[in-house]
């Protein structure tokens, strides 16, 4: 016999419109790590699940502490002649605006530090109740805002920067890599891992499972 979950996924209506064509589409089932393509367009529809929800999970609460950590301690340490000096993400930022650069600072503090740290909440806030089964309010808003936002974090390219600076600076000054860098280049890798695997369709899909018990069980999910 059918589980609750199984059948209310065979009873929904899976079509798909083309994000390029607008061609509406009946939606198949696809082997792991495959792609849907539109036949008229050949753009991609949607793709396989990549990782589990609990994978997804561990990805965004691995970025917050990374995040945490990057940001309370120093990039680098710089010592010359006996002088030695500390930056911070925050302390970066504050040092441009002091400079006269003020247009420069708001970019970086807003690419580098608020956009990825919403992102960060937006995706806890999104997938975390959907592992208990629970859905909060206010989440296809958060999940806009979320998908809005994701494409103006920039830690990729200030982590290329920082590397280029210190590289340059090594000549002048003793470089002392802080344990902030570190914690930087592991949230740029699962920051990556999160882009590359977090499906629209697949978080709908939980969306949807979660709907159905709710309908169909308005006390509680089915043991």
């Not at 010359?80 to 500390?86: D, M, P, R, S």
């Not at 002091?98 to 999104?126: H, N, R």
């Not at 914690?183 to 697949?202: E, K």
Request: aromatic share 10%; proline share 4%; charged share 15%.
């Amino acid at each position: 016999m059918q589980s609750w979950n199984e059948h209310c996924l065979e009873t929904q209506q899976r079509l798909t419109a083309c994000s390029q064509c607008d061609l509406l589409l009946q939606e198949v089932d696809l082997a792991q790590h495959h792609d849907a393509h539109c036949v008229r367009c050949g753009a991609v529809l949607y793709r396989s699940a990549r990782v589990r929800l609990d994978w997804m999970i561990a990805f965004a609460a691995g970025s917050a502490v990374l995040f945490l950590v990057s940001n309370f301690f120093p990039i680098p340490s710089l010592e010359k002649q006996g002088i030695h000096n500390t930056a911070t993400l925050t302390k970066t930022a504050l040092s441009l605006y002091d400079q006269g650069q003020p247009l420069v600072a708001a970019l970086i503090l807003a690419t580098i530090i608020l956009i990825p740290a919403f992102d960060i909440c937006a995706m806890l806030y999104l997938l975390l109740p959907l592992r208990y089964g629970r859905l909060l309010p206010g989440m296809p808003m958060i999940f806009r805002m979320r998908l809005a936002a994701c494409s103006w974090s920039m830690m990729e390219v200030f982590m290329l920067g920082v590397l280029v600076t210190l590289i340059k600076l090594s000549d002048v000054a003793k470089i002392v890599p802080g344990i902030s860098l570190w914690a930087f280049a592991g949230l740029v890798i699962l920051f990556s891992a999160i882009n590359a695997s977090f499906s629209v369709r697949d978080f709908w899909i939980w969306v949807n499972l979660i709907r159905c018990a709710e309908r169909d069980h308005p006390n509680g999910q089915p043991a």
